[in-house]
Every structure is written in C-alpha cells, then in structure tokens.
C-alpha cells in the first residue's frame, strides 16, 4: 500500500531533550515535506526537500531540524524541544506528477512540557 | 508576501449544496488545491486546479480564476460524512505550498 509512515503517533516529553520524529515514503516521491497544525492557525510548512541532499526552510523551521540522506526518509529533529513547539505534526510527500500535491502521513501529536 | 482566506465555519444540511470559498494572494503561482480533513486525521486530496475554470469530480467539483486570485469547491448532495475542514492551498515556486487556515463544514440533518 502506498503511504507515508510517520513515528511515533503520540509523544510527550520535557523541555530541552533532544527527539526525532521519524517519516518514511514507499512511493519513491522526490518532494517531501514537514507541517505543523495549531488551531487556529491552520497547517504551516516548517521544511521541505525537493530531493536527496536537497531541503529548504518553509515558513516556521525555527527550532527544527531536517536531513534527507535518503530518498525515502525525511527525519525531523527537535534539538532541545520548548513548549511553543506542542502541536501535532505531519510528513508529506509528492511526486513529479503536479496534479497530486501531497500525501500526508497520520501525524505526531506532540506535547513538550 | 503569501495570505490565504477562507470562511472559519459553514453549516448546510444534508442533501444541499455549498460552496466554500478561497481567495489568494501568493508569490508565484502553480497551482491550487482542495484537501478534505476530519478532526484528528490526516488531509486527504480532494482536487487540483492549475488552469482557470472548473474541474468536476463526482460530488465534488473546483473552480480557479488566477487573475481574480479566487477559488471555490462545490459540495453536492451533501452526506453527513462531508461534515470536516476543508483546506485550500497554492503551490507556489518549487514545493513550498502554502494553505489556508481551513473552513470547519458541519452538515445536519
């Protein structure tokens, strides 16, 4: 089944200790990228990549990290995680066909306390 | 600069149609789309218009106007399953997609 894997679903931890949202493709998609959704806010690009070794920031990278070593996998990394960063999260990714946008995983739910 | 705008709430009732709303303004243009998304889930694709007019899709159908920077999706026959956000976003240069903060559609019966 084509999809987008993100891990873990759910996640509580404290401020300052490093965590790694893990997101993973199956559809050999060159664009991936990584949202966060705060009510009220809507869904707000953090980074994005157009392919291995390719990423760029989107519009809140403040505070994360990314890498795409591989074509499949597209990590993203909170260094020392603060509570403005609790939010629920999603990986997406896309293909070169235009029409598609993007698939997106089932989300992390984050809490930072 | 990128702003999108929708209605925040909309509330029609089973059977009807409705007509959800979207207006743009963004730095590049390539393309714009409608996701669906219920409470807690992950936004499924709903359409995708790239050039002016409209794209129908079973129930559902999306209109563009690039030069007015305006779009809409139209519901039909609505089910009680159609009760989500809908969310409207533009492809702007490269992969850098930008969406509206989502209208929450309540059908009642």
């Known amino acids: 089944e084509a999809q987008v894997t993100q891990n873990p679903r759910y996640l509580i931890t404290v401020t300052g200790k490093k965590l790694t949202v893990t997101c993973s493709q199956n559809m050999n998609h060159e664009y991936m990228s990584w949202y966060r959704q705060d009510p009220g806010l809507g869904l707000r690009q953090i980074y994005y990549?157009?392919?291995?070794?390719?990423?760029d920031k989107g519009d809140v990278p403040e505070g994360y990290k990314v890498s795409r070593k591989e074509k499949r996998n597209f990590p993203l990394i909170l260094e020392s995680p603060s509570p403005n960063q609790t939010s629920l999260y999603f990986c997406?990714?896309?293909?070169?066909?235009?029409?598609?946008?993007?698939?997106f995983g089932s989300g992390t739910r984050l809490t930072v306390v | 600069g990128q702003n999108i705008d929708q209605p925040t709430e909309m509330t029609a009732t089973e059977g009807a149609i409705v007509q959800i709303n979207c207006t743009y303004q963004?730095?590049?243009?390539?393309?714009l789309f409608w996701y669906q998304q219920h409470a807690g889930e992950a936004p499924t694709f709903l359409s995708y218009n790239v050039l002016d007019g409209l794209e129908e899709k079973g129930r559902f159908s999306s209109f563009l106007s690039r030069s007015k920077g305006y779009s809409y999706l139209l519901l039909k026959e609505l089910q009680m399953k159609d009760s989500a956000s809908y969310l409207c976003?533009?492809?702007?240069?490269?992969?850098?997609?930008?969406f509206g903060p989502g209208t929450r559609l309540s059908v009642l019966p």
């Open positions: 997406a990714s896309a293909g070169r066909n235009r029409a598609y946008g993007y698939t």
């Open positions: 990549s157009m392919n291995v070794e390719v990423t």
């Open positions: 963004t730095s590049g243009f390539n393309g």
């Open positions: 976003a533009v492809r702007g240069y490269g992969q850098n997609f930008v």
